[in-house]
């Protein structure tokens, strides 16, 4: 790497490990190795004891990153040559997995420590052509609109669903694919239905990963219907 590169990632985990305990592991995705940066749970925890909407949920490496990344490496054209938008990236391996398959890559999130995070593991990765920016869901700036959307344990909050879905239909082409990977029951079954009643056509997946112990996590695919506004 660049001496540049090398002191701006120095900068971003000198900046990070100020406030948390960060973790590195190594994860396989599209054909390649990846060397990820997490804050660890007891760190964030200790914290942000207290806190709920602003819980900086980034900051941790979630399951459904990795099930989100496979299914790119397994369905790579669905990405590859396209505009991605990836939402709530946090770790960003998805979106990482994604420029690796050859996506022009928009990385955003809503906690300025989380997109800090976002960078400074594209970097150590060697990616430097990424955009990202720090966004609110519920007041997103202009931007797009997107051939794809992405999003890894996005579904968290009930009061923030509301506002996805008008990012969807205000940041998404009009032939565009969202992409969600989730907890289910607990979050893509109550999301789903929203999303049909809006307009989309929508399909689940479901999958399993082995993350501390066997998981299942659903894969939420919608398009707009046929004739829908939006």
Known sequence: MEGSILERIAALRAALESRYVLEDITVY???????????????????????????????????????????LTVEPSLVAGKSVLEIGAGVGLPGLTARRLGAQVTQTDYQPYSLMLTEMNALQNGITDIARFQADWRSFPEAGPFEVILGADVLYSRELRPALSVLFAEHLQRD?????????????????????????????????????????????????????RG
């Open 29 to 71: 995705a599209a054909g390649r190795e990846w060397r990820l940066s997490s804050v660890r749970l007891n760190s964030l925890l200790a914290r942000h004891p207290d806190e709920t909407e602003t819980f900086p949920h980034g900051l941790l490496l979630w399951p459904a990153a990795f099930v989100l990344a496979e299914w």
């Open 176 to 228: 565009g694919l969202v992409v969600l990977a989730d907890r289910l029951p607990a979050n893509l079954d109550y999301f789903t239905p929203r999303m049909e009643r809006e307009g989309w056509d929508c399909a689940i997946e479901l999958c399993r990963t082995v993350w501390e112990e066997e998981r299942e996590i659903g894969l939420m695919f919608a398009r707009r219907r046929q004739g829908s």
